[in-house]
T-cell receptor
């Protein structure tokens, strides 16, 4: 099993702060990387994808990828209580995904 | 579009019984994935299909599990006989053509919560 490591949390941040979520992976073959958000009792939904080293920004979300270090992160700026969820890191393995166990984020008003 | 449809949404059964989970992918999608999610193991890929053909079933835990996709609009995941350790949420997801099945276009269904007593 290819390892995908995430801090399980919970990560607690105040409303308006920046939330930083980190992920390391073991399979150097992975070329695509995804962040999914999962609300309690709901199904995962894609929020970000990144394929090249560096940063990718989409609204309040920024994904960062460093393939040499096998590290991918997600920054959420101006965090809102509605961002409270579990965030799953998922390196691609061919046509499949290898999900981490997720980091629970709690944004407090 | 109705999205990925799964049934039943909840299933409670007794150990040893057969369980069948159903999935209808989004119309026109040619990749279908079955996942299982537990607190201990997280979200695991069990099997995926492309154009109704199983491509990788290496995640299927054991012979008690089987999956079929008889046509482009329907797939089943069967557990026979079921055991308490099979209790989990089972998700189905689909991807459209041209995506290569890449994760950025996987659309998840609402899941089936299975409890085996």
């Amino acid at each position: 099993q290819k390892e995908v490591e995430q801090n399980s949390g919970p990560l607690s941040v105040p409303e308006g702060a920046i939330a930083s979520l980190n992920c390391t992976y073991s399979d150097r073959v992975s070329q695509s990387f995804f962040w999914y958000r999962q609300y309690s009792g709901k199904s995962p939904e894609l929020i970000m994808s990144i394929y090249s080293n560096g940063d990718k920004e989409d609204g309040r979300f920024t994904a960062q990828l460093n393939k040499a270090s096998q590290y991918v992160s997600l920054l959420i700026r101006d965090s809102q209580p509605s961002d409270s969820a579990t965030y799953l890191c998922a390196p691609g393995l061919g046509y499949a995904l290898n999900f981490g166990k997720g980091t629970s984020l709690l944004v407090t008003p | 579009d109705a999205g990925v449809i799964q049934s039943p949404r909840h299933e409670v059964t007794e150990m040893g019984q057969e369980v069948t989970l159903r999935c209808k992918p989004i119309s026109g999608h040619d990749y279908l994935f079955w996942y299982r999610q537990t607190m201990m193991r997280g979200l695991e890929l069990l099997i995926y299909f492309n154009n109704n053909v199983p491509i990788d079933d290496s995640g299927m835990p054991e012979d008690r599990f089987s999956a079929k996709m008889p046509n482009a609009s329907f797939s089943t995941l069967k557990i026979q006989p079921s055991e308490p350790r099979d209790s989990a949420v089972y998700f189905c997801a689909s991807s459209p053509p041209g995506s290569g099945g890449q994760g950025d276009t996987q659309y998840f269904g609402p899941g089936t919560r299975l409890t085996v007593l």
